[in-house]
């Protein structure tokens, strides 16, 4: 399956724990976003990435959230020292390189983050 | 800034009839691209249609057509002959380039039987 891989697909953390969601794009793809999805509620955006280089975090939280797309290796998402707030599903997506513009983006599965 | 509005939270439509989802959007930008997305219980985000903003023609993708509005800044989805695997949370999408998307707050559409 050649498509974009979201690793795990449920994660349950204690409150004040980390979290780290994993990400790997469709294969040829060098951008990757990630959105989180409330409860009953849309996909906000957080972060958009390309290799080594962060492109836009206009919609991430200033505090205990991080993202990284290393030259090696899936996108990881960090959420540190979790709350109860933090419990969305998490999805990721790729598309290719800029010069393909309008290009739609191709989803993950998502991750089901909970904390208790 | 984009902002993207679908005003229905919820549509039903009896199997084999048609339906359409409404969508507006804002920007002050005259190149752009607009997608329609729909979420199953799976929670797979599926990418059902796409239409470039600079293209007068409506996109069609088997049964499932838009109503592309520029001056409006209106782009609805109809679905015809709705099918019960049909049902699912609905998105509308904005993109500029190769930019984020900009999704709405989603309509749930049921078909009954």
């Known amino acids: 399956n050649a498509g974009v891989m979201q690793n795990p697909r449920h994660l349950v953390r204690r409150r004040g724990q980390e979290a780290r969601l994993r990400c790997s794009p469709m294969k040829g793809h060098s951008h990757v976003y990630w959105y989180r999805q409330l409860p009953e509620e849309g996909l906000k955006f957080m972060v958009y990435?390309?290799?080594?280089?962060?492109?836009?975090e206009s919609g991430m939280p200033k505090e205990r959230f991080s993202a990284e797309f290393p030259k090696e290796g899936p996108s990881i998402l960090r959420i540190q020292q979790v709350v109860r707030g933090d419990s969305a599903a998490y999805f990721c997506?790729?598309?290719?390189?800029?010069?393909?513009?309008?290009?739609?983006?191709?989803f993950g599965n998502g991750t089901r983050l909970t904390v208790t | 800034a984009q902002t993207v509005t679908q005003s229905q939270p919820e549509m039903s439509v009896q199997e084999a009839e048609t339906v359409t989802l409404s969508c507006t959007y804002d920007?002050?930008?005259?190149?752009?691209?607009l997608f329609w997305y729909k979420q199953p219980p799976s929670r797979q985000m599926i990418l059902v249609i796409r239409q470039e903003a600079y293209k007068q023609q409506n996109a069609t993708e088997n049964r499932f057509s838009v109503n592309f509005q520029k001056a409006a800044k209106s782009f609805s989805l109809k679905i015809s002959d709705s099918q019960l695997g049909d049902a699912a949370m609905y998105f509308c999408a904005y993109r500029r380039g190769g930019s984020r998307l900009t999704f709405g707050e989603g309509t749930q559409l049921t078909v009954n039987p």
């Open positions: 990435l390309q290799k080594e280089n962060i492109i836009d």
């Open positions: 997506a790729s598309s290719p390189v800029a010069g393909q513009v309008g290009s739609p983006l191709h």
């Open positions: 920007t002050s930008e005259s190149d752009y691209y």
